[in-house]
Structures are given as structure tokens and as C-alpha cells.
């Protein structure tokens, strides 16, 4: 990929990173610029093994995040550097051939990144030798801050470069006479304010012009539904003209967007609205979900706010299965367009297992992709019609790998590449970034390639003889933590000869590999199959068309694989009342001598995984485990969406190192809590040859938690891995962390002043914030103690108390005696759910 700085950009915010996404936004990128980058990565000789990975057809981002290519299909997407969803915010620009990406809603604003994307447009052509002139760009009242404007000629559509800045919405361009049409867009860097995008029209003569954009002329941008209890929870917004250039992706929230009304011909402002159920949150989620796109055409309205009926929509419910325990989830999706090869995205959280019933813009095709936990599917486009549709299941169990042909042979070169491990029953193709995977091939004895185990999109390469020869392969794929209670292990091991004269490949030389797939209808929407008979379908099929699989055996086990039985002829399995999980084991060959064994550990769940005590294999040990300091954890509603990042940490032992972990704070029970937030971020630094200090953050916000009902005791689960990935231990309870409420308590003495020996009424009221307005409610049923202070002294004195009422007031009558200072403070009882009380003392004047 060719890479630049440039100041135009891609705008992407990802909702929530409990368990993280991304969502895709995308430009083209050729599969032969992919190609080409990953066969630099191949290397190779005639015995030397060497490693590629497909992180080097990424670009790395100013926040360390990359952009991607999606696999299969045309588009970007932005992840963290490890694989798991992006937590940032970016704005786009595509024009004349090239996609810019930079980091927007940071503390300190970051350099823009330029992907060449081989689509080039008439934008950016030579000016000539025309005269030009300056124009310079600001925004009315010094508004805005890290502006990103982009220009165009209205009569032939050229681009033109404006050097804008990145700390102020302010900039300069020299152009020929003409007219014009400008855009800025920008939001206030890590503070919950509106997005905008402001347009502005303009003719440049013979001198110096000056292009003013005014926010206060911009309109709340919008669609809602006759549904009143519908709320924006995530939006975007861009633009793009009649040469084919785009800019956005403003908003990414469920803060408003404001856009500047204007009417100019070609010009089309995309909107893209994901609504939910008011009180949701993105560890509550809705329990539906409204899917809004529309286009404003040549024109922006005075009130760019549309309104849709229900009944007029396309409806359908989709079923999302688990691993076996509760987690919040992530759809993402995106419109598709011809128009553009971008597109923003949407987000909101579900609930796995669960149900959601969607409300979509009919007969308009949507990407679509569902991150649960660090593992995420990419599901099919999908477009439907007006009225109700049938409606799918997505990540239903056993998860395990589709079909593929990604290892090849290609002349003296065999390159071992399989990238997605885990994709559903529906064949959704998915794989987890925090998921380990191992390759090793031998042929007559010889180790070709032996890896260790690593992360991401990995991939090998070796030099092998033109000679026919038998080879053996094995793929291992291991996955940790909460989110990876199904599928914890895979192993595929293959035989297989190439070389020589063996039929010409076939599936872009793919090497002669079959594959397993399981299908166990009876699992439930947990993936948990009942007691009793069950049974497994096993289908092997050969990668190559000219070769024919065939299923041999299937065996399974109820105790991690330690020990295994064999299924009936017909596939039939004894789940028995008390098992915890079922473990499948397949063989089968082809025609040609070739042969496939896979192994799933924890291929589904079974009765017993209502209960999961800790878990531990080896000599993996986990101590010190600290969050927040061991204090608790303060929530202010009125901070909004503004989110706290308290460290967590802890220490994790073994003879062989400590390879990775992790850490879940949960609130309810490990098997089905009501609320989860992962620590994101997790290293884990060597402190010695055996020990390894492990940290990261939480990022909680007040409308992330939304629900009062969240405050309280939380407990921390953490896993660790040794380094020969032989040993690791599973904490569900390792530790006790409070997430509370903030509480005030405010004084007021009356009257002021007041005679000595009147009598004088001390009133008081007690409450606590609202996660889901950001508002004070009472806080009743409270006893609360009065003291006074005497001007001078530095003691406080208990002088009443009382219990407040249903609106968190109390009140008591004393007679005055001397000037000082009246507080209320709380009473002995100790409430788990809230902080302490800011208090508020009041002075009184005694004469």
C-alpha cells in the first residue's frame, strides 16, 4: 500500500469495547495489492522456513489501531493492533484514487493516514497555468477545533487541497476563480458535545477570499420513528459529490449531528440511524433495534429530521446464540452503496443468548458484522423487503472452521495459512483476535515448519521438493478466557502428498486438504445440548473438486479429551445429566490417499455448564489481583458518556513464563451475569523468568451502565496461560470491586440571620445521581446526623438527626445560640451502592 501524512480523513467511532468492535467502513483495496503484499511476506528457499503475517497489508493508524482490509470483500475496516475491535474515532476522506484516515475525539489530535486505493477520479488534476487566489477558511465565533476541510469546483468538480489546521477549524487554498463548495467537519475532542458538518458556497474572483462557516446555521440531523420510546443510539453521517469523492464519517455516537441546510445539485448527504429503546445501555441492551439509512439528494432541508412508520419497514428477529454464559454483544452494520466503496457504520450491543427484533429500511442492502467477546463473525449482506421476514440464528454452535483453501502450493513453495478458525453453523466465517495458533509441517522425518504459538493472521512459507513427497500438517488453535468457553482447542491434522506428477491444483493451488464440519441440531440457544441421546452430523469434504472426502469415524468426550468414546453408526452421542461440556473428535480421507482428524475441545456445552467452578491445568498461579487500587469505583451520572479508566492489575506465575491474560469484572453470576466489562488493553510484562505483572484499564462511563440497579459489588474473574501454553488458571472470583453511585448532601438554615434563642429550621436533602439522565434523585429511608461548628472552634458537634423522606429530605427545629456552620452527614449505615456524601455546609448568622 502507498502510505502519506495528509490532513483529509475517515471518521469511525466503535460503541463500547466490552468486548469491543470494530465496525468495517471501507475503501477498495485491489486483491492484487493484498496478494502482492502477502507474497512479500513469503520469502523462502529450498529448506529455510520463514514467517509472513497479513498485518503487513495493513496500515498502522496514529493511535497504533490498523487499517484493514476485510477479507472477501472490497473493504477497510479499523482494528486494534492485536485484532480485537477498534475503541477509536475517525473521520474519512476518499478523492481522486486515495483514502485518508485520522483519529478524531483524542485528548491531543493526531496525524492523518493515506491509503492509495487504484479508484482515480477527475479530482486533484493539474490547475494550469490559471491565476489563482487565496481563500481563507474559518468558522464563525473561532468555533471548532481540529477542523478537516475539503473543496471542490461546483462546475467541474475538482478537488482542491486545503491546508487546514489540526488544532483550530481554520485554513487556507489558492484557486482560480470559480465557485465553490466547501465542507468542515469536526467534534470537540473527548467531550460529549454535537458533531457537525458545515457546507458553505462561495465564488472566488480576482482577490483575496474569505469563506466563514457558521455552526449556528447547522440543523440537528436525523431519522426517528412513531416509536416514542426510540432513541438514537449510534448515527453517521457523510457526503459525497458527483465526481465520486466522500467525506465523514460524522457523529458515531448518540450525540446529536448537526449539518448546514444547502441546496446544490449532485451533492448527496448520506444518514445512517441505529435507534434503541430509551434506558438501554450498552450493558443493558434493547431489546430491538431500529437499522435507518437515507439520502438527502441535491438538497438538505431546513429540518433535516425524517420520521418513519413502523408498519412500513422490514422487520425480522434474529437469534443470537452464546458460548454457554451471557455476554453483551456487538451488531455493527453498514449500507452498502455503488456510489461509494465507504461506508459508516452503526453500532449497538445485544444480548447473547437472546433475541432482537429489527426494524430495517427496507429493499436497501446492509453489511453486517457481531463481535461477542474478543471473536466476531462476518455475516452476509442481507437487503429486505417491506414486511416481515424470516429470521436467522447467528453463532450457533459447534464454532469451528468452514471450508477454505488459504494454504497453497504454488510451484517450489508451500505456504500455510489458516485464518479463520471459528465461524458458525451458518457458515458466517469468524475468528478470534485473542486466540494462539500453531503450524507445523514434517515430510519423511524432516520439521519444515515448527511455529510457536501467536496471535493474528499469521501465516508460513517453506521451500519444499518439486518431487512428489507425503507430508503431515497440524493446525492447533487455542482460546482463554470468559468469552471462550466453547471451542476452547482445535487441532486438524492432515496427510496429504503434492509434488511430482499430482493433479494440476485446483481453488488457486490449494493444497489437497479436507475439512471437518459439525452440525448438532439439538443445541439450545446457550449452544448447550440436553441429557440424553444426541446427534452429531459429520461431513468431510477434500478443498479440491477433483477429489472426493469421506467420513470414517467420530468419537467424543465429557472430560476435555482425556479419555473418548465412539458415536453410533449414525452419529448418536450419551450426554450425561451431570457433563459440562462434549468434546468432538472426526476422521475421514479422499480418494487419494489423504486423511483429516479434527479434534474440538468443547465443541458445545452440555447440562452441568450451569455451574463452572474455577479451572486450572499445570502450575499457572494468580495473586495480587488489584482494581482501582483496591478502592471503589465512582460514578458520576453527569459525566455522561465521558469514560473512567481505572487500572487494573495483577501477578501471574509459572516455571514456563506467563504467556497472556486477562481480566473480566462481572456483576450476578459467572455463568449468566447481568453485566460484563472486560479489561482492555491487557500486557503482561516478564518481571523474571517466571512471573509476569499483568495491567490494563476499565473504561466505564454512566450511560454505559445506564441501569442503577448495576451499582454494588462486582466481582473480578481472571485467567492467565503459561508460555508453552501447557498450563493456565480461570479465577471466576479472585477479587471484590464496588462500582457506586455519587451522593450529596446539602444544608440550608433558615431564617438568616436569625435572633439568638429563635428558633431556627435546619433542612437538608440527600441524593444520589441517576446513571441513566445524569440527573440528582432523592435518596430515602436515609438517616442522617445534624452537627455544628461554633465560629472559631475546628470541632464538630452532633446536635439532631433524622430519617429522610421519599425525596431524600430531612429536616429538624433547635433554637439558635451562637454563629457558626450547620452540616448534614450520613448515618452509620453502610450502603454498598453509593459513595460517601459531598457535603455542603451552611453558615448562620446569630445576633
Known amino acids: 500500500m502507498h502510505v502519506t501524512n495528509s490532513r483529509r480523513i475517515l471518521r469511525r467511532t466503535v460503541m463500547g469495547a466490552l468486548a469491543g468492535v470494530l465496525a468495517a467502513t471501507g475503501a477498495t483495496l485491489l486483491p492484487s495489492q493484498v496478494s502482492a503484499a502477502e507474497q512479500a511476506t513469503n520469502g523462502g528457499g529450498p529448506v529455510r ?10 496500515v498502522k493508524l496514529a493511535t497504533g489501531d490498523r487499517l484493514e482490509r476485510i477479507p472477501g470483500t472490497k473493504g477497510f475496516r479499523v482494528a486494534a493492533a492485536d485484532g480485537r475491535p477498534a475503541t477509536g474515532t475517525y473521520a474519512f476522506a476518499q478523492a481522486d484514487g486515495e483514502l485518508t484516515v485520522r483519529p478524531i475525539g483524542t485528548k491531543k489530535p493526531l496525524p492523518a493516514t493515506t491509503v492509495a486505493t487504484d479508484e482515480s477520479g477527475p479530482g486533484m488534476s493539474a490547475y494550469g497555468a490559471t491565476a489563482t487566489q487565496r481563500v481563507n477558511f474559518s468558522v464563525a465565533g473561532d468555533r471548532g477545533r481540529g477542523g478537516i476541510i475539503n473543496l471542490w469546483n461546483t462546475s467541474t468538480w475538482t478537488w482542491y487541497s486545503v491546508n487546514s489546521d489540526q488544532y483550530v477549524a481554520k485554513g487556507t487554498a489558492d484557486v482560480p476563480p470559480g465557485t465553490y463548495f466547501a465542507t468542515i467537519q469536526y467534534d470537540y475532542y473527548g467531550e460529549t458535545r454535537p458533531a457537525y458538518l458545515l457546507t458553505k458556497t462561495f465564488t472566488v474572483g480576482n482577490t483575496t477570499a474569505n469563506a466563514v462557516f457558521d455552526e449556528t446555521a447547522a440543523k440537528p440531523m436525523g431519522i426517528v420513528a412513531d416509536d416514542t420510546s426510540a432513541r438514537r443510539a449510534g448515527a453517521a453521517v457523510w457526503l459525497t459529490t458527483p465526481n465520486g469523492d466522500a467525506v465523514g464519517q460524522v457523529g458515531g455516537g448518540a450525540d446529536q449531528i448537526y449539518v448546514t441546510p444547502f441546496t446544490l445539485s449532485g451533492a448527496t448527504v448520506h444518514l445512517h440511524d441505529v435507534l434503541t429503546k430509551y434506558g438501554s445501555s450498552q450493558l443493558k441492551p434493547s431489546p430491538y433495534r431500529y437499522d435507518l439509512v437515507h439520502q438527502f439528494r441535491n438538497t438538505v432541508p431546513a429540518n433535516p429530521v425524517v420520521t418513519v412508520k413502523t408498519a412500513g419497514l422490514a422487520k425480522t428477529v434474529t437469534t443470537f446464540r452464546s458460548q454457554a454464559g451471557r455476554q453483551t454483544a456487538r451488531l455493527d452494520t453498514w ?25 430495517v429500511t427496507p429493499n436497501v442492502p446492509f453489511g453486517r458484522s457481531f463481535w461477542d467477546g474478543d471473536s466476531y463473525l462476518t455475516l452476509a449482506d442481507r437487503t ?53 495458533q500453531q503450524y507445523r509441517l514434517t515430510s519423511r522425518g524432516v520439521t519444515l515448519v515448527d511455529s510457536p504459538y501467536e496471535k493474528g493472521y499469521v501465516n508460513y512459507a517453506v521451500g519444499v521438493t518439486s518431487a512428489a513427497a507425503p507430508y503431515e500438517f497440524t493446525h492447533t ?22 509434488g511430482g506428477t499430482s493433479p494440476v491444483p485446483r481453488l488457486d493451488d490449494a493444497l489437497p486438504l479436507l475439512d471437518v464440519t459439525f452440525d448438532v441440531p439439538a443445541l439450545d440457544i446457550r449452544n448447550t445440548a440436553p441429557a440424553g441421546t444426541v446427534r452429531v452430523a459429520t461431513t468431510v469434504t477434500s478443498r479440491w473438486s477433483t477429489a472426493t472426502g469421506s467420513f470414517t469415524g467420530l468419537e467424543y468426550s465429557a472430560d476435555d479429551g482425556k479419555t473418548w468414546l465412539p458415536a453410533s ?34 465443541a458445545f456445552g452440555g ?13 499457572v498461579r494468580i495473586s495480587r489481583v488489584k482494581v482501582n487500587g483496591n478502592n471503589p469505583i465512582v460514578v458520576d451520572g453527569a459525566l455522561g458518556q465521558f469514560e473512567l479508566s481505572p487500572e487494573a492489575s495483577f501477578t501471574a506465575t509459572s516455571p514456563a513464563g506467563i504467556a497472556r491474560g486477562g481480566m473480566t469484572l462481572y456483576k450476578g453470576s459467572y455463568e449468566s451475569p447481568d453485566a460484563v466489562i472486560p479489561l482492555l488493553w491487557t500486557t503482561c510484562t516478564p518481571a523474571n523468568g517466571t512471573a509476569a505483572s499483568c495491567k490494563g484499564n476499565l473504561n466505564i462511563a454512566p450511560r454505559h451502565l445506564a441501569d442503577n440497579a448495576l451499582a454494588g459489588a462486582w466481582k473480578v474473574a481472571v485467567w492467565a496461560e503459561s508460555q508453552d501454553g501447557t498450563s493456565y488458571a480461570d479465577v471466576h472470583a479472585a477479587q471484590t470491586v464496588r462500582i ?11 431564617p438568616e440571620p436569625v435572633t439568638k434563642g429563635a428558633t431556627l429550621t435546619v433542612t437538608g436533602r440527600f441524593t444520589v445521581t441517576d446513571w441513566l439522565t445524569g440527573g440528582q434523585l432523592g435518596h430515602p429511608q436515609q438517616r442522617v446526623n445534624l452537627e455544628f461548628r461554633r465560629s472559631g472552634s475546628t470541632d464538630w458537634t452532633r446536635v439532631g438527626s433524622a430519617v429522610t423522606d421519599s425525596t431524600g429530605k430531612a429536616a429538624v427545629t433547635l433554637k439558635a445560640t451562637y454563629d457558626g456552620e450547620y452540616r448534614w452527614i450520613g448515618g452509620p449505615s453502610l450502603i454498598i451502592t453509593t459513595a460517601g456524601p459531598a457535603l455542603s455546609p451552611d453558615t448562620i448568622d446569630v445576633r
Open 49 to 58: 522456513a520463514t514467517k509472513g503475517t497479513a498485518k503487513d497489508a495493513a
Open 335 to 359: 449500507r452498502i452503496t455503488s456510489e461509494i466503496s465507504v461506508g459508516a457504520q452503526a453500532a449497538s450491543t445485544v444480548t447473547a443468548p437472546g433475541t432482537l427484533t429489527e426494524y
Open 384 to 436: 429486505l423487503p417491506a414486511g416481515t421476514s424470516a429470521g436467522e440464528t447467528i453463532g450457533q454452535g459447534p464454532l469451528q472452521p468452514r471450508t477454505g483453501n488459504r494454504s497453497t502450493r504454488i510451484g517450489g513453495q508451500i505456504r500455510l495459512y489458516e485464518p479463520h478458525s471459528y465461524s458458525d453453523a451458518a457458515g458466517n466465517e469468524g475468528r478470534d483476535s485473542s486466540a494462539v
Open 477 to 498: 488453535t487455542i482460546r482463554r478466557g470468559p468469552h471462550a468457553r466453547l471451542s476452547t482447542k482445535l487441532v486438524r491434522e492432515w496427510t496429504f502428498s503434492s
Open 569 to 602: 453408526a449414525e452419529g448418536d452421542i450419551t450426554v450425561g445429566a451431570a457433563d459440562r461440556f462434549v468434546s468432538l473428535r472426526a476422521t475421514g480421507k479422499d480418494d487419494s490417499g489423504g486423511t483429516v482428524r479434527t479434534t474440538l475441545i468443547r
Open 607 to 619: 447440562p452441568g455448564s450451569v455451574s463452572l467452578p474455577d479451572e486450572s491445568a499445570g502450575d
Open 740 to 750: 457506586v453511585r455519587t451522593t450529596r448532601l446539602t444544608t440550608d438554615a433558615t
